[in-house]
């Protein structure tokens, strides 16, 4: 099974995140969706707060390319995608805590590649995203006519 639509991924790491299905990202306070932030004109997808620790940016990207056995993202060349890890190195390096978070949305797979095939400048800067501590994640899902669903976390392979 296979949802290609990617609004879904956004309200699937949410509800994860505000079930603890997500164990990284589980103790916060606070759950802010499509925050206006950085220096490129950007919303982040889930800004987590809490009156005790630094804030975490949150980045969700859906997952569906399966190529011989392997998952990718993108499965295009993605501007937009290249200036959220961007933004997410700023937050970062400002003290910030920055994840990218993977949502696998596809049932075939069970580990996600930057696609340096597709968008070359996409997985360099992923790399040196991971290089700088922003925070990798990928969680595959359960998907039903019914509902989707956070199933386990998944590796994230950078070469």
Sequence with gaps: MICVNTNHANKVAIEAIKYHKIPELSDYQHTHSEV?????????????????????????????????????????????????????????????RAVLLFIVMHSGINSVKPAAHIDPEYAKLLVKAKEIGVEIYAYNTIISLDEIKIKQRVPVLMA
Excluded at 57 to 71: R, W
Excluded at 75 to 95: A, F, S, V, Y
Aim: proline residues 2%.
């Design 36 to 96: 206006k932030y950085g220096n490129e004109n950007s919303r982040i997808d889930i800004l987590l707060s809490d009156d005790k620790k630094q804030d975490c940016y949150v980045e969700v990207k859906s997952v569906t390319l399966l190529e011989q056995q392997q998952g990718y993202f993108p499965d295009t060349q993605t501007l937009r995608g290249q200036k959220h890890i961007r933004e997410l190195m700023t937050m970062k390096q400002q003290g910030d």
